[in-house]
């Protein structure tokens, strides 16, 4: 029960992040004067393939329902038998091996998308750690500002309780 609710969750942030790029895509690419018009229209061909996903996934689960594929490879000698498979295929299976092709064949194409503005990525990475590295100086500088009256106060107890000792 826990790994289906953390699976509906992990689908849900999943979701959330595809459909706000295309949304974000969506008013990139809008025209000024019929933006409202264009996101519609957007929106409404996502939400069409978005029903058509779940019935074209059921019809699949009824093809595949009574089909099977298995690829094995055997070795016979006179001292060892021996049959290992390599593929079997049958079921949900096919649709997880479609899904995770049709993923793959989508993330390659989604990395040739170019947007308007789009800088180079070395130039991010340098960005960012310009700016961890002085988020990183700021943290350690402010920490030990703040945790310095408290480091005083500490050297002053041990101090005073060393002369303490000594008489």
């Not at 480091?151 to 002053?156: A, D, G, R, S, V």
């Amino acid at each position: 029960m826990i790994l289906l609710v953390l699976l509906h969750v992990m689908t849900g942030i999943s979701t959330g992040g595809i459909n706000l790029a295309l949304t974000n895509i969506g008013l990139k690419l809008a025209p000024k004067t019929d933006a409202i018009i264009y996101v519609t229209v957007k929106n409404m061909v996502a939400s069409f393939f978005t029903a058509l996903g779940p019935i074209l996934g059921g019809l699949l689960v009824d093809y595949f329902a009574t089909r099977e594929l298995q690829i094995s490879i055997s070795w016979k000698s006179p001292n060892l038998q021996s049959a290992a498979k390599l593929i079997y295929l049958h079921e949900w299976n096919f649709l997880f091996l479609l899904a995770s092709i049709l993923a793959f064949f989508s993330l390659r194409w989604l990395g040739k998308v170019q947007e308007k503005g789009e800088v180079s990525h070395q130039l991010v990475k340098r960005i960012m750690k310009k700016r961890f590295r002085a988020g990183l100086k700021e943290r350690l500088l402010v920490g030990n500002m703040i945790t310095l009256h408290a480091q005083l106060k500490q050297i002053l107890k041990r101090k005073d309780a060393s002369k303490g000792d000594v008489n």
